[in-house]
């Protein structure tokens, strides 16, 4: 069983940035995927970014609409996820979600994300 946990979330002017973390516990491998997903109301889950280690090396890919603005990293002896946002837009509004997929998928709670001046 894995749990995930986001924190960092909150109300940022545009322009500005925040970093998200997704703890995890759990049977967790860095061979296997982790993401972000963000989701708004009325509209589909999108995978934001991803990541992939094997041995030293992490695998990223971000969605056309954050490349060059966001991040996504991963600390393995804290056995949590990052994503930086910087340079953050108002259509960035949305509960960001962390994933894991371990033969299933596995999600965390959400954290909010408001984009505003």
């Known amino acids: 069983q894995v749990q995930l946990v986001e924190s960092g979330g909150g109300l940022v002017q545009p322009g500005g940035s925040l970093k998200l973390s997704c703890a995890a516990s759990g049977s967790i491998f860095s061979s296997n995927p982790m993401g972000w997903y963000r989701q708004a109301p009325g509209k589909q889950r999108e995978l934001v970014a991803s990541?992939?280690?094997?041995?030293?090396?992490?695998?990223?890919n971000y969605v056309g609409s954050v490349k060059g603005r966001f991040t996504v990293s991963r600390d393995k002896a804290k056995n949590t996820m990052y994503l930086q946002m910087n340079s953050l837009r108002p259509e960035d509004t949305d509960v960001y979600y962390c994933?894991?997929?371990?033969?299933?998928?596995?999600w965390g709670q959400g954290t909010q994300v408001t984009v505003s001046s």
């Open positions: 990541i992939t280690s094997s041995g030293s090396v992490n695998f990223v």
């Open positions: 994933n894991y997929r371990g033969g299933i998928d596995y």
